[in-house]
């Protein structure tokens, strides 16, 4: 194991990144690519996915992928990672990062609302997971990184679900420690706390909003996209063998204070 910094040289890794088309997801991709690896990029439009993945290329110099469908889909997922093994390869390091946001009061939060966000941010992570270990077990290893929230710890009005699927990503995480560690895989989580990407270009937008983030994060700012690309790269590489079951709070203090 080297000691230096070459250890979080990810040159050789295939790493898919779900939900990487846009906000988050895509620039973890930039981010892993610019480390060495070869990424995949993913959501359920192709040509978004490929459109995204000849910028990354072009940016990095480090040629990308792309791969669509739905991490809903159990069916879906298969079909999308045998494709994955056939072409690019066994994935060496999978990033469960697709996900969504659905506000309302809770005592009138439709039932569907509840069981989208259940499927599209915890299910998913499940199913995608289930499938891509199978090829990690055979290779003899791997990294799973889970993308969570501070909403994995801390509650707010209106987004009760979110919160429960969030929460849901820590035990997820575990559990998959427990179970892909005599594997030699690795499964962390990285839980940002308040960035500005499309999913949260609302509240970017709501002057009060943004007041409220800046006086209840020491750092007193949103979160930079950029802020979470080094957390991923340490826990991608072999920097973090002996890491695992965890849950990195990525949130410039938040769930530090009160
Ligand atoms: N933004 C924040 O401040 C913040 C804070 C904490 C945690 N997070 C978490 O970070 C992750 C990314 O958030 P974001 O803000 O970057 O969201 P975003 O900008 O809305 O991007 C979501 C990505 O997920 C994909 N996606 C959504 N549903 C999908 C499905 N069923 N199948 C396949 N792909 C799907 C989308 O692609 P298509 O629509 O093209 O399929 C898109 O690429 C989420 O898990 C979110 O909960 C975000």
């Not at 509240?203 to 943004?210: G, M, N, R």
Request: aromatic share 6%; glycine share 12%; with cysteine.
């Amino acid at each position: 194991m080297p000691s230096d910094t070459s250890a979080f040289d990810l040159t050789g890794r295939l790493a898919l990144v779900t939900g990487s088309t846009r906000g988050i997801g895509r620039r973890l991709a930039e981010g892993l690519s610019a480390a060495g690896a070869t990424v995949i990029v993913h959501g359920r439009d192709a040509a978004s996915a490929s459109a995204v993945a000849d910028e990354i290329g072009t940016t990095t110099g480090n040629p990308a992928h792309a791969a669509a469908f739905n991490v809903t889909d159990e069916a879906a997922v298969d079909t999308g990672i045998a494709a994955i093994e056939a072409g690019p390869g066994t994935v060496d390091v999978l990033v469960n990062n697709a996900g969504m946001q659905i506000r309302h009061p809770f005592t009138e939060f439709p039932t569907a609302d509840w069981n989208t966000l259940i499927a599209t941010n915890l299910t998913s992570a499940f199913l995608v997971s289930k499938r891509v270990a199978a090829g990690m077990i055979a290779r003899g290893g791997g990294r799973i990184v889970n993308i969570g929230s501070v909403q994995s710890q801390l509650a707010r009005p209106n987004i009760t679900p979110y919160a429960a699927t969030k929460g849901g990503i820590v035990m997820l995480t575990k559990g998959l420690c427990a179970e892909l560690a005599p594997h030699g895989i690795t499964a962390n989580a990285i839980a940002p706390g308040y960035f500005a990407t499309e999913l949260t270009q609302a509240l970017v937008d709501d002057a009060e909003f943004s007041a409220w983030v800046a006086g209840r994060t020491p750092a007193a700012r949103w979160g930079d996209v950029a802020d979470l690309v080094g957390p991923l790269v340490f826990l991608a590489s072999d920097a973090s063998s002996f890491v695992n079951g965890q849950i990195l709070y990525v949130d410039g203090g938040m769930t530090a204070v009160v």
